[in-house]
T-cell receptor
Framework: GGIITQTPKFLIGQEGQKLTLKCQQN?????MYWYRQDSGKGLRLIYYSITENDLQKGDLSEGYDASREKKSSFSLTVTSAQKNEMAVFLC?????????????FGEGSRLIVV | GDSVTQTEGQVALSEEDFLTIHCNYS??????LFWYVQYPGEGPQLLFRASRDKEKGSSRGFEATYDKGTTSFHLRKASVQESDSAVYYC????????????FGEGTKLTVSS
């Protein structure tokens, strides 16, 4: 088995601030994802990465940057935090990038903008 | 684009009640369909998946049958327990495409004893 670790669990920042969330996985999976979870809206894909140094935009990428500098880690940056961005951010990984693969999720990081 | 719709936002049941959560999808071809469950304080985890028309997925007493004719993958359980209280997500990935999932809005199930 493996685990996905997201840090921090809670991230508090001010409006306009640049904020970064980090994700580590020890599954040795190739593909990693960042989803945003809003109540009543489900999970929406922000960015994903098929392999190290690869980045693919999801439907919700505007206002976010991502970085995959090594296979085990994937970070997400909110470029200018807004109060309407308060949500839970979920990191996930899968063994490959093809359809049908299971995604394994971390416990999430909650963003609070004051 | 592809989409998933869950009809019920919240469902409240008593123990031993029958559960149905409706899931309909819109996608071309034969997407792989999934049910994920998220317990409080945890990330979503796979309940089961199905890849072909009429295929039944099942786990922990939950089941759903892939129906291409009605583009549905409804989740059912004959007798729910308090421990089933969680948020349930229906999702799809485009067969032949990437593993990235498109999720429904989620259904919060609350089971009381």
């Amino acid at each position: 088995g493996g685990i996905i670790t997201q840090t921090p669990k809670f991230l508090i920042g001010q409006e306009g601030q640049k904020l970064t969330l980090k994700c580590q996985q020890n599954f040795n999976h190739d593909t990693m994802y960042w989803y945003r979870q809003d109540s009543g809206k489900g999970l929406r894909l922000i960015y994903y990465s098929i392999t190290e140094n690869d980045l693919q935009k999801g439907d919700l990428s505007e206002g976010y940057d991502a970085s995959r500098e090594k296979k085990s880690s994937f970070s997400l940056t909110v470029t200018s935090a807004q109060k309407n961005e308060m949500a839970v951010f979920l990191c996930a990984s899968s063994i490959g990038h093809l359809s049908g693969n299971t995604l394994y999720f971390g416990e999430g990081s909650r963003l609070i903008v004051v | 684009g592809d989409s998933v719709t869950q009809t019920e936002g919240q469902v409240a049941l008593s123990e031993e009640d029958f559960l149905t959560i409706h899931c309909n999808y819109s996608a071309s071809g034969y997407p792989t369909l999934f049910w994920y469950v998220q317990y409080p304080g945890e990330g979503p985890q796979l309940l089961f998946r199905a890849s072909r028309d009429k295929e039944k997925g099942s786990s922990r007493g939950f089941e759903a049958t892939y129906d291409k004719g009605t583009t549905s993958f409804h989740l059912r359980k004959a007798s729910v327990q308090e421990s089933d209280s969680a948020v349930y997500y229906c999702a799809l990935s485009d067969r032949g495409g990437s593993a990235k999932l498109i999720f429904g809005e989620g259904t919060k199930l609350t089971v009381s004893s």
